[in-house]
């Protein structure tokens, strides 16, 4: 398959697992989850084994579009139990951590057991095994989770505010998705060696998995709005110095500093679309926000990048990232007068 074909076919599985993760988030909700969760990971298992032994672009295709709205709809049950849970921060901290962590065994196998063994169609290989896991597991899960409030019920509808925040939000997302498909790009075009680059990719996702859970740790007791600011300020600062610098040194700590701070964010977007949206409805749809940004970003990026010179894929992520803070800020701003009204 051409590069061309691969982008597509990417692009296609992000949309699928934008939709599912929409669709899921209310869907996996209204009963027989277990059952729910269990068929479509199991259907999850059925379409990356079928994209092994894919012989046309088009099935390609198809399989990375099903395989895409299959997970996006497993995202959507975790997402819709964590929303309904007391600490939907918390746990919102613990599952991108744990998220990870099988990224980190795999970075070693891979190269070790994976590809000897299954050839290049080893990382679907490893997919349909973790879908396998998740329908084993599924028996675990609660079967129904509780109706959330309705908007009319209690007075509260999506404001200018929480649509300003989720403006925030998929910028945000999408900086950081521009960050990761042009980031290595950038690196090579400084002249940095794949070694460094693979170590700074590596490390980060130790940093990732800390990061994610400290937070999970410290957010229920935090300051909801600095936390975020600030996280969001990291994330645009550390991509910032990691498009302009040619140190191995400062490239390798600035990749492990953006990505921990995007990984630490996830916690606090959470907690405060809950604070906005008191029925939780918009909650459900933060994971959404972010998919849809992760994959906005790189073809915002794209138009900023030449055959030679990608640095200007870099300084969208940037751009992207500054402009989300400007949006929270603003988003913060209003809350805290609405607030300050309300109790007045």
Not at 79 to 101: E, F, Q
Not at 278 to 306: C, D, E, H, K, Y
């Amino acid at each position: 398959m051409s590069k061309a074909g691969i982008g597509q076919a990417a692009t296609l599985e992000l949309l699928g697992l934008t939709l599912g993760a929409t669709v899921g988030g209310y869907w996996m909700a209204r009963g027989a989850m277990r059952l729910k969760t269990a068929a479509t990971a199991l259907g999850l298992v059925a379409v990356n084994v079928a994209n092994a032994h894919a012989e046309t672009t088009a099935a390609v295709f198809l399989d990375r579009a099903a395989a895409g709205l299959l997970a996006g709809l497993l995202f959507g049950a975790a997402n819709a139990i964590i929303v309904r849970s007391n600490n939907p921060d918390r746990l919102t901290g613990i599952l991108c951590g744990a998220s990870v962590v099988p990224q980190i065994g795999l970075a070693y196998l891979f190269p070790v057991l994976l590809i000897p063994t299954f050839g290049v169609a080893a990382g679907l290989y490893a997919l349909a095994a973790g879908a396998l896991i998740a329908a084993l597991f599924a028996v675990t899960l609660v079967d129904k989770v509780g109706v959330l409030k309705r908007a009319e019920r209690t007075g509260n509808r999506f404001s200018g505010t929480v649509m300003l925040y989720g403006s925030a939000t998929i910028l945000q997302a999408a900086g950081l998705g521009a960050a990761w498909t042009y980031i290595e790009r950038v690196a090579t075009q400084h002249g940095l060696g794949p070694s460094v680059i693979g170590l700074a990719f590596s490390a980060s996702l130790a940093s990732q998995v800390a990061a994610s859970w400290l937070s999970a740790w410290l957010v229920p007791s935090m300051a909801k709005w600095p936390g975020l600011l600030v996280l969001v300020l990291t994330q645009a600062g550390f991509i910032a110095l990691a498009v302009l610098t040619d140190a191995p040194t400062a490239f390798i700590v600035a990749i492990c500093l953006f990505a921990s701070a995007a990984c630490a964010l996830q916690a606090f977007q959470m907690a405060q679309i809950v604070r906005l949206d008191t029925t939780r409805r918009a909650a459900v749809l933060i994971l959404p926000m972010i998919l849809f940004g992760n994959g906005l970003g790189p073809l915002i990026a794209s138009f900023a990048t030449t055959e030679v010179d990608v640095l200007g894929g870099g300084w969208a992520a940037v751009a992207m990232t500054a402009a989300s803070l400007l949006l929270y800020v603003v988003c913060a701003s209003r809350s805290t007068r609405q607030r300050t009204a309300s109790h007045a």
